[in-house]
């Protein structure tokens, strides 16, 4: 595995260079204020009078519309949501060097053949291992949130470094920089944010506040049990791994973990991931979502505002309540469903 850091950048790749960010949301901020901090030529590409120009305008950013912001850039960041990235690149496509780098943060529309870049560019992937306020925040206290880096088309000869100028622009070389390809990126992170992450972690805490409240228990006390505390457990994880929880968890609490935890999550749990990551690998899952948001998001709607409408939002809303300082940190990464 090549793992990149400072020391590998080659200060020439992106020197003085343009970069055009299309998108300000979650991590089209992050990545543009790091840029400019880090001393690039920076360009907003948002559409006037939308909730990003404003934003980035007041972030002290140059902004301009898409078509026109990635003109003479020498690197284009691709950064509005992946089902709008193949229109806003037919957009701009024209306006583009016929030399320039474009770069993903995910390889999904690359992979599944969504945008085909023309042959003259160099097609590049930074994505960062974490939200972008979090590439933000720890930019600005001179930590970085890991990147990986791919390159699926290098038609200069210097993609990589391109890419590896960019992840260490975006703070990315503090944490260090792992080089993958487009396909491992695109199907390894869809099947962790449906099996583990997003999909798995909240099914598992629902799951289990259902069984709790079903038993007859408090649901404030199946609430605080079964997902206020998750987040202990996860940074203990974080931190220091597996080893690390069982450190500071009870013994009683380890002992149950080691005897129970595979009875809950067990072969047919696992049969059933393979079966997820069967239908990313064979694109099922790609052309699901494409052709749901196509419909307009009919499904997707339905099954958000369940989700919304479960009891644990319900109990979960008032504790949180009462404790006005959870919000304060992560909700300036919040995603913005407004266009730009
Ligand atoms: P987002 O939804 O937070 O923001 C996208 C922004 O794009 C909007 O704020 C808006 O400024 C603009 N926009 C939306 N629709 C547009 C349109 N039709 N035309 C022009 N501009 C439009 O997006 P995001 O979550 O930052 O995702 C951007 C990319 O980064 C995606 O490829 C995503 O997979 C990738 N990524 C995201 C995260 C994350 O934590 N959010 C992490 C790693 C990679
Ligand atoms: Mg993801």
Redesign the pocket.
């Known amino acids: 595995m090549n793992l990149y850091t400072e020391k590998d950048v080659d200060p020439q790749a992106l020197k003085g260079a343009r970069i055009a960010v ?7 901020r992050a990545h543009a204020l790091n840029l400019a901090d880090s001393g690039f030529d920076v360009v907003v590409g ?2 006037e009078g ?3 120009w404003a934003k980035a305008t007041a972030d002290g950013l140059q902004c301009a519309e ?1 078509a026109e912001a990635v003109r003479g850039a020498d690197l284009v960041a ?5 089902m ?2 193949p ?2 690149f037919s957009a701009v496509a024209g306006n583009m060097r016929a030399d320039a780098a474009l770069l ?3 390889g ?1 529309n690359v992979h599944y053949g969504q945008i085909t870049p023309p042959e003259g560019m160099d097609v590049i992937l930074v ?2 291992k ?3 306020d979090l590439v933000r925040r720890q930019y600005e206290q001179g930590r970085g949130v890991p990147c990986l880096m791919a390159v699926a088309q290098d038609a200069s000869g210097n993609a990589s470094a391109k890419a590896l100028g960019y992840a260490h622009g975006i703070g990315g070389t503090r944490g260090g920089v792992m080089e993958t390809t487009f396909k491992e990126e695109t199907e390894t992170d869809l099947f962790g944010e449906q099996a583990v992450l997003c999909g798995g972690a909240t099914e598992l805490v629902v799951r289990g506040f259902e069984t709790l409240v079903d038993a007859g228990y408090q649901p404030e006390v199946a609430y605080f049990e079964c997902m206020h505390e998750l987040k202990l457990i996860v940074d203990l994880l974080h931190e220091g791994g597996i080893r690390k929880m069982h450190e500071f968890i009870s013994e009683t609490a380890t002992y149950g973990d080691l005897t129970r935890g595979k009875r809950v999550i067990d072969e047919s749990a696992a049969e059933r991931m393979r079966e997820v990551l069967q239908d990313i690998q064979d694109g099922t899952f790609a052309r699901q979502w494409i052709d749901e948001n196509a419909k307009g998001l009919p499904e997707y709607k339905k099954m958000l505002q369940a989700d919304f409408d479960h009891q644990i939002e319900t109990v979960g809303e008032r504790l949180r309540s009462r404790m006005s300082w959870l919000h304060e940190e992560s909700d300036k990464g919040k ?6």
Do not use: T
């Open positions: 299309l998108g300000y949301g979650s991590q089209g948002v559409r939308g909730k990003g898409p691709m950064l509005v949501p992946d709008a990235q229109e806003v993903f943060a995910h999904f994505a960062p974490g939200p972008g995603k913005s469903s407004e266009a730009a």
